[in-house]
């Protein structure tokens, strides 16, 4: 038996305080006295059930910590994802304004000559549409000559230089 009872349960008090792993140890009955049984007890009592508390309140923030960490990880995942989806987009507006820059349209009525189709620049100024057009878009032109045409022009032609030799 102690001398002075409360000052052992204050000490403990203290001691459970400074380290919480004392939490739940029961104090040993301090006296016989049944005020003190009653005090040590409802002491007793409540470290249990303040270690209990804070054993559930551990777990929960143990489990709210792993789902936090789950979602924080499919964040991340979105978020590279979407940076990927970024820069595929960035590349393809590359792309799109570098075809852009190629084209170059040509609008509006262009006055043509319906015989020898060359198109009329100025009032004055008539120039081949080969031409025209190479000047205002970026189209190069090759030649050639048609199947119709070949018979039309060609084999005439042929056929009047034989006739001129014979």
Known sequence: MQLNPLALLRDRTDAILRDETRLGQDI????????????????????????????????????????????????????????????????????????LAKVHILEGVIPICSYCKKIR?????????????????????????CPSCFDQHCKRGKEKEQGDQE
């Not at 551990?58 to 979602?71: N, P």
């Not at 080969?130 to 190069?140: C, P, R």
């Open 121 to 145: 620049k100025d009032e004055e100024i008539w120039q081949q549409m080969e031409q025209y057009i190479s000047e205002h878009t970026d189209a190069m032109f090759s030649h050639g000559i």
């Open 28 to 99: 040993p009955q301090l006296s016989r006295a049944r005020e003190l049984v009653e005090l040590t007890g409802t002491f007793n009592d409540l470290s249990r059930h303040l270690r209990a508390e804070r054993e559930g309140l551990v777990g929960q923030v143990r489990q709210r910590t792993a789902e936090l960490q789950e979602l924080n990880q499919t964040l991340e995942q979105d978020v590279a994802q979407r940076k990927a989806i970024q820069a595929e987009l960035a590349t393809k507006v590359e792309q799109l304004e570098a075809a």
